[in-house]
């Protein structure tokens, strides 16, 4: 096994093998895998030569899923079988869905799995049983990675999925969730206007402000960003994460409806007018007019001749509910439109003129559109998921993302009190006291919210939890502190602490409308892969590669800084923790091998932090340096 | 959580290598920022193990608290008080300055005004008169914390700029109000 030849100690570790890592962007309408080979980001294909997989899940009653366009064939035949646009439906609750009646599924909706008091994440009735939008989406991942390994020629290491920019935590989760459900590491959840500013960036070696207007399948993102040599910073975040190019779909397929007089159609007949309405959607774009014909189920004919002015005007306020986003974003980034330089587009759905239209009356410039706007996402998601990967030195570029929308907490008379504001930099941490308001009050709980509006009930609501344990005391005397800490996917933990009797509550949020680990678990048991893979030899080799990558980057961290940051005895300890892993890493017993890694890790807490703290007073030194170069 | 060293915990003045004073020299904030964020983000540790990337969240997260605070006025000012040992008794002292409350009321009520009327040039002009005496405590503050070190003026002024933040976002959602 290649991956497990290593290096004598002391020796100079064996060179960089190239890391496979992929980008993927998980669609509305389409999803895309890529990768860098030889220093290029290529979007892989499908053995037909096609790039774009369309984001369409069939579930047969034979329990064959199909995926793509395979499954694309089926939707008209099999409607409440035939899964598309799924992304909408990630980390939702039914009531947030609108108006039901007009997509073609049987919903289910369950109780949250967490805490029961809020709803969970809806879920759909098929042939193959109720699926939950994590378990499609991980369908459609697992199809890419499979593609990917085929043509990279083995398991990758990881891979950046990208996620519009304003999904929020609950939608974030269930990315990630599905990633893991279709046997992928993730390196990072990046944004997709992030992802798509540094393909386009990087590509331009662009300096400057710059907007990425990016408007998916079914969602809106607009993000203001700062260019500078290697610094790619978010300034500010906005959009819809229920507003894309299916809506324009349905304005027309709306229009139809009413032209014939026609309502409450069988589920088929739905599914065949919203392909027709996207067609001739597609058609608008260079045609001034377009003709939609269908026949339905009860032998009526539609036939409609639709111009683009007409179109334009019938969503012309979808268009305005974007320029608003954008003139928030910009007013958060304290910006006018005269401050940016460029406008990116990105998404399919930009290619309709009169949005191009629009945005270019907007920023009083021509929009750019040099880039694929179906695949730049995925080409700059695979240029980071590269670096992540550890295939660059790492020192290349500096990505400063953001958190779109305000996270807080329930306080009395269900206001929310703002913990986290929209636009903080990522990783982010911040903490808060609160206190009780009865005496002896012994337990409080504690509900997370996200979202900018002051009541809860307008808000997301996140997660619930008791901070349970306090001690007795007259109301207002304890001190609650709340810390909600974001990492750099995005995504929220909390813990709660009684100051005075250090009482400790914490979560990853997850409940409402996240998968417990314990749901991933029996996903992963119910896939028909976890037969065909030999799940316990996977997390064997799992284990293995990461044993390995350990033992290497401990093995470099000696020879560069052991001798100036340790003495004797605490090298001789971290190697003799080294030698108790080499020791086991070529065995089958996976446990063992985790139990040496984690006393390896133990091991060396110390000598990272004493690495890290050179490396930060490096940072300064090394500027000062150049400030008396300059 | 594991142990942080002195290092992590030390002051954002020192962290950010900056004396420790109002008047600050923004461009070496940020250099300072950048130069940090280059040794400790996440994005340069994913590939590393678990205790990294967990070391490196947390320094970047403290990098960034620092940067947050150190950059904006009223935050710098809190925490430099914070520093002395002073307390700014934004909850506790509500007693405010005859004429500062007044002019607060006149303020609101223009604001009401303009969002009644859907008046977004009243509005504007309401904003910049708010930036306007923003600017000039900012000054004020400058001089009681740099040259004069009178700390209970200093928190006096960092309890009026607290009133003008909020309604300085207030206009904010205004025009949000407005736009939709």
């Known amino acids: 096994m290649a991956l497990l030849q290593i290096s004598e100690p002391g020796l100079s570790a064996a060179p960089h093998q190239h890391r496979l890592a992929v980008g993927i962007d998980l669609g509305t309408t389409n999803s895309l895998v890529a990768t860098v080979r030889s220093g290029i980001s290529t979007v892989l294909n499908d053995e037909q030569g096609c790039a774009l997989l369309p984001s369409v899940v069939h579930y047969a009653a034979d329990g064959e899923v199909l995926v793509g366009q395979a499954a694309q064939e089926e939707q008209s035949a099999y409607p409440h079988n035939t899964i598309v646009s799924v992304k909408r439906f990630m980390g939702r609750g039914l009531k947030d869905v609108g108006d039901v009646s007009n997509l073609p599924y049987r919903f289910v909706e369950t109780s949250s799995s967490g805490s029961g008091q809020a709803p969970g994440m809806l879920q759909l009735r098929t042939a193959a049983g109720v699926k939950s939008p994590v378990e499609v989406s991980a369908e459609i991942l697992r199809v890419l990675r499979v593609r990917a390994e085929q043509a990279l020629g083995g398991e990758l290491v990881g891979a950046v999925i990208t996620v519009p920019a304003y999904f929020d935590d609950a939608q974030r989760q269930a990315t990630k969730d599905a990633a893991k459900l279709a046997g992928l590491n993730v390196l990072r959840l990046l944004n997709e206007p992030t992802a798509a500013a540094i393909a386009y960036g990087l590509d331009n070696a662009s300096e400057g402000v710059y907007a990425v207007y990016d408007l998916g399948g079914g969602t809106f993102d607009i993000s203001i960003l700062r260019l500078s040599k290697g610094v790619f910073e978010v300034l500010a975040t906005n959009g819809d994460s229920a507003l894309g190019g299916d809506d324009f779909d349905h304005r027309i397929y709306c229009w139809l409806l009413e032209k014939n007089g026609l309502s409450a159609l069988p589920a088929p007949d739905i599914r065949s007018l919203l392909t027709h309405a996207r067609a001739a959607k597609e058609q608008l774009t260079d045609h001034l007019e377009t003709r939609a014909t269908a026949v339905l189920s009860s032998g009526e004919v539609i036939d409609n001749v639709l111009t683009r002015a007409e179109f334009h005007e019938m969503s012309q306020n979808l268009v305005q509910r974007t320029l608003q986003a954008l003139r928030r974003a910009l007013r958060d980034a304290k910006l006018t439109a005269q401050d940016v330089k460029g406008v990116v587009m990105v998404g399919g759905a930009t290619r309709m003129p009169h949005i191009q239209q629009a945005v270019g009356d907007f920023f009083g410039q021509a929009p750019l559109n040099n880039l694929d706007p179906d695949k730049v996402v995925a080409l700059g998601a695979a240029i980071q998921a590269n670096v992540l990967a550890g295939n660059r030195g790492g020192d290349d570029w500096l990505l400063l993302d953001v958190i779109p929308l305000s996270l807080g907490i329930e306080t009395m008379g269900g206001l929310v009190e703002k913990i986290v504001p929209r636009n903080s930099t990522i990783p982010s941490a911040r903490a808060q006291e609160f206190t009780t308001y009865k005496d002896g009050q012994t337990a409080m709980s504690i509900h997370v919210v996200q979202g900018e509006r002051e009541l809860v009930s307008d808000c997301r609501s996140l997660a619930k939890f008791e901070l349970r344990g306090i001690p007795p005391m007259v109301a207002g005397a304890a001190r609650i502190r709340v810390t909600f800490q974001v990492d750099a996917d995005g995504l929220l933990s909390v813990s709660a602490r009684e100051m005075s009797s250090g009482t400790e509550a914490s979560i990853v949020v997850k409940p409402s409308y996240g998968l417990s680990d314990d749901e991933i678990a029996r996903m992963l048991q119910d896939s028909a892969q976890y037969a065909r893979d030999d799940m316990q030899a996977r997390a064997l080799r799992e284990q293995q590669t990461e044993a390995a990558q350990l033992l290497e980057a401990v093995d470099n961290a000696l020879q560069q800084d052991g001798e100036a940051l340790l003495d004797a005895a605490a090298q001789a300890r971290i190697r003799t923790s080294m030698e108790a892993l080499r020791a086991v890493i070529g065995g089958s017993d996976h446990q063992a091998i985790k139990r040496a890694v984690e006393a390896l890790n133990q091991a060396t807490t110390e000598f990272a932090q004493k690495r890290m703290d050179q490396s930060v007073k490096h940072a300064l030194t090394g500027h000062k340096l150049s400030d008396l170069e300059s | ?180």
Request: no cysteine.
């Open chain 2, 1 to 180: 959580m594991n142990m942080l060293s002195a290092d992590f915990q030390q002051d954002f003045f020192r962290l950010f290598d900056l004396p420790s004073r109002f008047r600050l020299d923004s461009a070496s904030l940020e250099k300072s920022y950048l130069a940090l964020q280059a040794q400790v983000h996440p994005d340069k540790f994913a590939h590393l193990p678990e205790a990294d990337r967990r070391l490196s969240m947390q320094w970047t997260t403290r990098v960034n608290e620092g940067y947050q605070t150190l950059r904006d006025p009223l935050n710098r000012a809190r925490y430099l008080l914070t520093l002395q040992g002073v307390d700014t008794q934004e909850e506790s002292n509500t007693a405010m300055p005859h004429e500062f409350l007044m002019q607060q009321m006149e303020w609101r009520e223009a604001l009401e005004e303009a969002v009644q009327a859907k008046d977004i040039d009243a509005l504007e002009k309401l904003e910049q008169r708010v930036q306007h005496e923003v600017r000039f405590l900012q000054q004020q503050l400058a001089v009681d914390l740099d040259d004069s070190h009178d700390y209970a003026a200093a928190s006096g002024i960092v309890r009026k700029l607290k009133f003008l933040e909020k309604l300085a976002e207030e206009i904010g959602s205004a025009f949000d109000e407005l736009d939709s």
